[in-house]
């Protein structure tokens, strides 16, 4: 990754480094550059953003050096990523500016875009943005009449909101069916219920009041539990837990049993493809889906692809594959035929789907699979990062933890592209072999870097992070 990139657009904490107002109008003034170069299709710019206080920084510094160079930003407000990626080629936008640091904390925020057609930027293309951020091209700055001017779109959330219930089919509805929504606070706080409350469901709406600072704040995806509680009390058929921007879904069963992301994967694909609906007989999926999902859609007779961690690599490869299926097991799916990126509505709402077709309950449908146990383990070490997972000392402690595990099991290990950490991934047969073997990585790490600090996240039901 280049000085700003990393796995998801730009990131870090508000008005600090990166995201001061300084280094966000150069931001602004090399997208409107990049316009006027050519790099796109149309002249205009959409921007919208989450719930987070920074946001309105962020979105008035990106205004201001776009309307430097003489283009014009749409401002759509608060709303979902997918939103944003609907919308940008919906109205024939030449870029999509997402405000967001999706499941960080609200001190964090981001920028991510996408293309004209709703896509997000390939590595390449954004390197010819970095490259302008830091080289300062002059000559671009208009003057007088030719500065930009800034339009707000105002039925930008019932336009989304449309879009999402076409992709539920139209000869069925959700009447009867009750959901419980946490909405983490942050961007689909209006949408959500919107979309499950047209479609006839009674909807119980969980953190639907962001304050600025109180988006992901022990609710949403990352903190799915009181959802999932919810559940039980209520006596719901599903529940639906959004990160920040509503890219990512966690959900939970009518027992209150929280879902694996490659159980929705394994049920959604093995439904297309009696359906004949599966492309290219796929599915694409991370490093970081069990080794369970191989061998069940093997089974099945059908394929896996794996990619790097980040759903844009995963979206990569279902454009390249022609496939119409494919996510994190995270909680992040994309569903092609009916988006671009991933989008946590329009998940819930093929699960619904499914489970209306079937008229089966959630609980039935997801034992479609039985993950492999896994631990994921999340290490801070204050800096050095790459150097201490290549050095010899951390990898023949991996190659001998590995050997503890047998054959059936590994270890992956990987540098955080959106935060200053390590993530472990852990998987085989015996989940007390998989914890003995986490604290074993963590006290290496510890011995390299006294500075260390772990966390483990259990069976990987809700490890968000790119």
């Given amino acids: 990754m280049g000085k700003l990139f990393g796995t998801d657009g730009i990131r870090g904490v508000a008005n600090k480094e990166l995201l001061v107002p300084e280094t966000v109008v150069r931001i602004g003034k090399a997208i409107g550059i990049s316009l006027k170069n050519g790099q796109a299709r149309h002249g205009k710019v959409l921007i919208g953003k989450d719930t987070r206080l920074s946001g309105y920084l962020i979105e008035t510094a990106i205004c201001s050096g776009l309307c430097a160079v003489g283009v014009d930003p749409y401002l759509v407000g608060p709303l979902p990523t997918p939103g944003i990626a609907f919308l940008t080629s919906n109205m024939r936008a030449g870029y999509g500016v997402v405000i967001s640091a999706s499941h960080n904390p609200y001190y964090d925020n981001g920028i991510k875009f996408f293309d004209a057609d709703g896509f997000k930027l390939s590595d390449s ?93 022990r609710c949403g995806a990352i903190h799915p539990e009181a959802m999932a509680r919810k559940v039980v009390e209520v006596n719901a058929h599903l529940g639906l837990a959004l990160d920040g921007d509503a890219d990512r879904a966690i959900l939970a069963d009518e027992k209150g049993e929280i879902v694996h992301g490659d159980q929705v994967l394994a049920m959604c694909a093995t439904a297309w493809a009696k359906e004949g609906r599966l492309k290219r007989n796929l599915v694409v999926a991370t490093v970081m889906s069990t080794l369970a999902l191989d061998r069940f859609l093997a089974e099945q007779g059908i394929g896996l692809l794996r990619t790097q961690v980040g759903d844009r690599y995963v979206v990569e490869a279902m454009r390249r594959e022609g496939a119409n299926i494919g996510g994190e097991s995270s909680g992040h799916f994309v569903f092609s035929d009916h988006a671009t990126s991933g989008d946590g509505i329009l998940t819930a709402l093929m699960v619904l789907e499914l489970m209306l077709k079937a008229n089966r309950p959630l609980s039935e449908l997801e034992r479609v699979l039985e993950p492999s146990p896994q631990v994921l383990l999340n290490v801070e070490t204050n800096g050095h990062t790459a150097e201490l997972l290549s050095g010899e000392t951390f990898q023949a402690s991996i190659r001998r933890l590995e050997q503890k595990i047998g054959k059936t099991g590994r270890v992956f290990v990987r540098a955080s592209g959106t935060q200053p950490l390590i993530r472990i991934l852990i998987e085989g047969e015996d989940r007390a072999v998989l914890d003995d073997v986490g604290q074993e990585i963590l006290e290496a790490i510890q011995g390299l870097n006294g500075n260390a600090k772990g966390a483990f996240e259990g069976n990987g039901r809700n490890a968000l992070g790119s």
Avoid at 183 to 206: D, Q, R, S, T
Wanted: net charge negative; with cysteine; hydrophobic share 45%.
């Fill in 125 to 217: 293309n954004e390197a010819v943005i970095e490259d302008l951020v830091f080289a300062a091209p002059s000559g671009y700055d208009v003057s007088h009449g030719d500065i930009g001017k800034a339009f707000r779109i105002d039925d930008a959330v019932g336009r989304y909101v449309v879009h999402l219930k076409y992709a539920f089919p139209k000869h069925m509805d959700l009447e009867g069916v009750r959901i419980v929504l946490d909405c983490a606070n942050g961007a689909a706080y209006k949408v959500a219920p919107w979309v499950f409350e047209e479609l006839g469901a009674e909807v119980i709406v969980m953190n639907d009041e962001p304050d600025g600072t109180n988006i992901n704040e």
